[in-house]
């Protein structure tokens, strides 16, 4: 069963800190716009933050990037970048205060239907946080995926090669 819970802003930062030591790789963390819908998914949680996003955002990847054991894969929809000022009032100001939230950092730009189909594969198995915050732009939801922050696909590939030639032996 999916938990909804309307929280204060140090309730959703409890919630973050108790959650960031027991994820990890395939697990993820969803900064919603207030439109997001209460997912049913059994391993989705959500909280009510009732905070600017960016500023939330800013707080997630700030406690991620702190984590010893994590990192993260940072996913935005792509229609954000079409959303127009006169359809979605003060869009363009949210874009810049993003782009310089996540600067340096690789975010890859999906569509959202792809997004949230890979979450609900995910949530199947793995615990997804879902933190909703006061946001009233279409196509603003931020999302987290976990990684292991001290494995990466190179290791990983050297050591399945290395377990071919050992295996061909």
């Known amino acids: 069963m999916t938990a909804l819970t309307t929280t204060t802003v140090s309730d959703w930062e409890r919630q973050l800190s108790a959650s960031l030591p027991l994820f990890g790789h395939r697990n993820w963390i969803v900064v919603a716009d207030a439109a997001y819908p209460a997912q049913s998914g059994p391993g989705i949680e959500t909280v009510v933050a009732n905070a600017n996003q960016i500023h939330v955002v ?5 406690a991620i990037a702190a984590s010893r054991h994590l990192r993260a894969n940072v996913l935005v929809d792509s229609e954000l970048e079409f959303v127009e000022e006169i359809d979605a009032p003060g869009v363009a100001e949210y ?4 782009d310089s939230v996540l600067y340096g950092f690789h ?8 997004i949230i189909h890979k979450l609900d594969q995910s949530a199947q198995v793995f615990r997804i946080l879902v933190v909703k915050t006061d946001m009233t732009i279409p196509y603003t939801s931020v999302f987290f995926e976990l990684d292991c922050g001290y494995w990466n696909a190179e290791a990983e590939k050297r050591l399945r090669e290395a377990m071919l030639v050992a295996e061909s032996r």
């Open 107 to 114: 975010v890859n730009r999906v569509p959202h239907e792809q």
């Open 58 to 62: 800013r707080e997630v990847f700030g």
């Open 95 to 98: 874009r810049l205060q993003l």
